[in-house]
């Protein structure tokens, strides 16, 4: 459980911060054995709800919070890789734990960490442990780390994880990277496009409405938009953030949720490198697992909450539910067709030989590098997209302007 406190240092200065413990008379002694002074403390929760009823700064905390996990679990593919390296080298778990609390800078994820060892300390696995942290350990890497308690080969287990969990890292900044120029450019347009029609149309209007002569329709349809913007330039962020509030609530509901994954799959341009990316969650995760003795059910189980898309799940839960009548995983995704027809034929050819979880791994790979050249491709298009579309734009505000000036030479001759 996540709990917000306040206390005072030894420097005699308040600070405040998230605490994950079982209770809050745990929280109160974790915060006590860290030489601060309580002077307040309430569960995230219960703070939520507060904040709530405090509308503007509610929607800030929360936001700052849901960022600070964002940043937490950014650390989980580097936790992986460091305990790794100290089990494989001999070194016990509690004490890589210990050693590897020492380096974390994240304060909530080194809280999750602190409980975790503290948690095996009275009693409970490893697995079970983190099952409480599960915003920042997913359900496949609890079911892993399960597997590896049984077999006995946890170091190995992690190992895997930290590669997968790498992987995952640099797929998701491969994709950043490709939407950061794109998103960089837009503002750039929106900011250049929108000074030109709050400073400078205005000016040049005032020059325009002295003449007697009417004016040419772009220039008109330009100085309406530029009078709008300087009398109504506020509606725009509230737009916005009415817009963003609007796709919240709809996306929390099943449908809001369901209809819009139905989109981003059938959108132009990303609708290819998204349901590529879809693929390779499922057939990578799914390989994954049962690489690691999961049993096939309850790998689907699992992987039908990896990929993030409602349609699909729904379409790997009718997959199971034939897998459990005695159909084969070739035969259930055939009939349910959410992946492409030559995956199947592979996992198919996987199924004949023995090695369905060698056979997904390895079609998991050749996505991995499809994704990556779908990435170099879609960036290499949308650049001169956005660039032709910023000078469209910029070039009929310069247009809606030379035109009456053109009209007057025009007279003067």
């Known amino acids: 459980?996540?709990?917000?406190?306040?206390?005072?240092?030894?420097?005699?200065?308040?600070?405040?911060?998230?605490?994950?413990?079982?209770s809050e008379l745990a929280a109160k002694q974790k915060i006590k054995k860290s030489g601060l002074y309580l002077t307040f403390i309430q569960t995230e929760e219960i703070k939520k709800t507060t904040n709530e009823k405090s509308s503007l700064k509610g929607i800030i905390d929360r936001e700052l919070l849901r960022i600070r996990k964002i940043l937490a679990k950014k650390q989980v593919p580097l936790f992986s890789r460091q305990?790794?390296?100290?089990?494989?080298?001999?070194?016990?778990?509690?004490?890589?734990?210990?050693?590897?609390?020492?380096?974390?800078?994240?304060?909530?994820?080194?809280?999750?960490?602190?409980?975790?060892?503290?948690?095996?300390?009275?009693?409970?696995?490893?697995?079970?442990?983190?099952?409480?942290?599960?915003?920042?350990?997913?359900?496949?890497?609890?079911?892993?780390?399960?597997?590896?308690?049984?077999?006995?080969?946890?170091?190995?287990?992690?190992?895997?994880?930290?590669?997968?969990?790498?992987?995952?890292?640099?797929?998701?900044?491969?994709?950043?990277?490709?939407?950061?120029?794109?998103?960089?450019?837009?503002?750039?347009?929106?900011?250049?496009?929108?000074?030109?029609?709050?400073?400078?149309?205005?000016?040049?209007?005032?020059?325009?409405?002295?003449g007697s002569k009417e004016l040419p329709l772009p220039t008109k349809i330009v100085m309406g938009i530029s009078n709008f913007l300087v009398d109504f330039w506020i509606l725009i962020p509230l737009i916005l953030i009415g817009l963003y509030y609007f796709y919240r609530r709809y996306s929390a509901t099943t449908q809001g949720r369901k209809k819009l994954d139905e989109i981003v799959m059938k959108l132009p341009l990303i609708k290819n490198l998204y349901n590529k990316n879809i693929v390779y969650r499922f057939t990578y995760n799914l390989g994954m697992l049962l690489s690691n003795r999961v049993d096939l059910l309850k790998s689907l189980e699992v992987v039908k909450?990896?990929?993030?898309?409602?349609?699909?799940?729904?379409?790997?839960?009718?997959?199971i539910k034939i897998i459990k009548e005695g159909g084969s995983i070739s035969q259930a995704l055939r009939k349910h067709d959410f992946m492409p027809k030559l995956v199947i034929g592979m996992i198919s050819a996987g199924e004949v030989s023995d090695k369905v979880d060698e056979m997904l791994l390895n079609i998991g790979n050749v996505y991995e590098n499809e994704i990556d050249m779908v990435i170099k491709s879609l960036t290499s298009i949308i650049e001169p997209l956005i660039i032709i579309i910023m000078g469209v734009m910029i070039g009929t505000i310069v247009i809606s302007v030379m035109l009456p000036i053109m009209e007057m030479n025009l007279m003067v001759q």
């Open 83 to 210: 305990l790794s390296t100290l089990l494989k080298a001999g070194m016990p778990l509690m004490a890589a734990l210990n050693a590897i609390i020492e380096q974390i800078d994240d304060k909530i994820f080194k809280n999750v960490i602190i409980d975790i060892k503290e948690k095996i300390e009275e009693g409970l696995s490893f697995s079970n442990a983190m099952e409480q942290h599960n915003e920042l350990f997913s359900e496949m890497y609890i079911n892993m780390i399960k597997v590896g308690e049984n077999l006995g080969s946890l170091d190995d287990i992690i190992s895997r994880l930290a590669e997968m969990e790498e992987k995952r890292e640099i797929l998701k900044n491969k994709i950043r990277a490709a939407l950061w120029y794109p998103i960089f450019m837009i503002m750039l347009s929106a900011t250049i496009v929108g000074y030109l029609m709050i400073e400078i149309i205005p000016k040049i209007s005032e020059i325009f409405s002295s």
């Open 305 to 319: 909450k990896i990929v993030n898309n409602v349609v699909i799940e729904e379409k790997i839960e009718g997959t």
């Open 1 to 22: 459980m996540l709990f917000y406190y306040k206390a005072i240092n030894n420097n005699g200065n308040e600070v405040s911060d998230y605490i994950d413990a079982v």
